[in-house]
């Protein structure tokens, strides 16, 4: 167990990126598809399904309801869909790990049952807001008790009759988006949801895929309640939040040539390459296509001599995982980078503006915290000890970090790695990152 907990990551300095890789699914595209696909009349099969922690976080739900989902074989699931109304009670609390989409989006679904849930997760997701979705899924006449302050674990009660309501949402949130939408399925009337900002649209194309009508007014994004879902066959692109460490490593590390394939590019999600760009990264997309209702590219990049921007607050949505990482490429740009606008970023995983910030600064680096972003003076990463606080993005983006430090890094509890990226170390060493993986001694 002490093992599990102190899994340690030695990184190197130096090194460059070469080749080719297929970075796993993407995670917010897996959990859907078992959301839909269980919910729908008929056979779903997913192809290119993450095997992570959260997705199978999200799968065990569904089979703890009496879904029938066969074990990913090489990213190959098959869920016998049992129609909106046909999950079971569970028989005990659905443990959700670590992964907050699994738990606001199941929120949003269990709200619509006849029975009761209750939804826990690990000692990070127990700290994560849950109000942002239990008020205004009340509001549609869920019935959902949080613990204090608003946090896990949620009670939900079955047997309420949900209506329709048409939501300004405060926060640029998909997962709130999602599981309104999601609760818009059980309800009476029409739901409808407004966004402060474009966020990601996984849920909407997703839904349309399994034929499912949501309908765009404006700006308002509804879905009205009583249809049916039907079973189809979904290809999962490789996630492009997992791209996002080798884009930002191979952009940093001097002779770096990277081709990472059949990567999902919907434009809700190119935030990172837009930033890196603005930068002065060097990334070509591909052979661009369309896979599944997704588009997807090749993404082609080369190592480049970046230098520090303002990042425009419009992409904070588009890029909001990838913000770990492109702390890391500010950190070895010339000059100066300036994020304002990314309160968010502080209700992940981790505190990742605190967090991140403590471990540049301990390479080395001023990198000043703000209440919503950082200031980050690009310079040289000395070799040092950082804790990733058990957020699985925080350790992937520091052991990049390595390819342009001048000593080794040290990244304390990676374990949560798995959440979202089975098989990082061994990929990235096959690219060229020297990575080690052990137990810490305190
Ligand atoms: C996700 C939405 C984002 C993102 C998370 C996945 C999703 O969260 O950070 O990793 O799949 O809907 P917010 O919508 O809360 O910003």
Redesign the pocket.
């Known amino acids: 167990m002490s093992d599990e907990h102190n899994i340690q990551y030695r990184a190197e300095p130096g090194g460059s990126l070469k080749g080719k890789a297929r970075v796993p699914g993407d ?2 595209v897996s ?2 598809a078992i959301m839909l696909g269980a919910l729908a009349d008929g056979v779903t099969e997913i192809e290119g399904f993450l095997e992570g922690e959260d997705s199978l976080a999200t799968l065990r739900a569904f089979r703890d309801m009496g879904v029938e989902i066969s074990d990913p074989e090489a990213g190959r699931v098959v869920v016998k869909g049992v129609g909106l109304h046909g999950l079971k009670a569970p028989a005990k609390a659905l443990d959700l790990g670590n992964s ?2 699994s738990m ?2 199941i929120a949003g679904l269990m709200s619509g049952q006849s029975f009761d849930t209750t939804l826990i997760g690990d000692a990070s997701l127990s700290r994560r807001p849950m109000r ?1 979705v239990s008020d205004p899924l009340s509001s549609m006449g869920a019935a959902i008790e949080t613990g204090a302050d608003g946090t896990p674990p949620l009670h939900i009660h079955g047997g309420r009759r949900l209506h329709g309501i048409d939501y300004d949402m405060p ?8 599981s309104l939408l999601l609760a818009g399925l059980y309800a009476e009337g029409e739901t409808r949801v407004r966004e402060p900002a474009v ?2 649209d ?2 909407e194309r997703m839904l349309d895929a399994f034929g499912y009508a949501v309908n765009r007014d404006g700006g308002w994004i509804g879905v009205t309640g009583g249809g049916r879902l039907r079973a189809t066959g979904i290809r999962v692109p490789s996630d492009i ?1 997992s791209a996002a460490f080798f884009i930002v490593g191979a952009s940093i590390a001097p002779g770096s040539d990277l081709v990472l394939e059949s990567v999902g590019i919907n434009p809700t999600r190119t935030g990172v390459v837009d930033i890196m760009r603005l930068m002065g990264a060097r990334i070509d997309l591909q052979n661009e296509r369309l896979e599944g209702g997704e588009p997807v590219a090749d993404i082609h990049v080369t190592a480049a001599p970046l230098k520090g921007i303002d990042i425009p607050e419009y992409l904070v ?1 588009l890029a ?2 990838e913000f770990p990482a492109i702390f890391v490429a500010a950190a070895c740009a010339a000059g100066t980078t300036r994020l304002s606008g990314a309160r ?1 970023l502080r209700v ?1 995983e981790s505190d990742r503006i605190q967090v991140m910030a403590d471990g540049l600064q301990a390479l080395g680096i001023d990198a000043e915290p703000t209440p919503d972003g950082m200031i980050i003076q690009g310079g040289r990463l000395e070799g040092g000890r950082v804790d990733s606080h058990g957020d699985h993005r925080i350790a992937m983006s520091f052991a990049m970090a390595a390819l342009c430090a001048n000593g080794e890094i040290l990244i304390d509890d990676c374990k949560n790695v798995a959440t979202s990226f089975p098989g990082f170390p061994e990929l990235a060493g096959s690219l060229g990152l020297h990575l080690s993986v052990g137990a810490a001694d305190g």
């Open positions: 995670k917010s959990h859907r907050g989409t606001r989006l942002r926060v640029a949130s998909a997962q709130v988006k999602s966020t990601r996984h849920t939040s949505p909001i995982d968010e992940k």
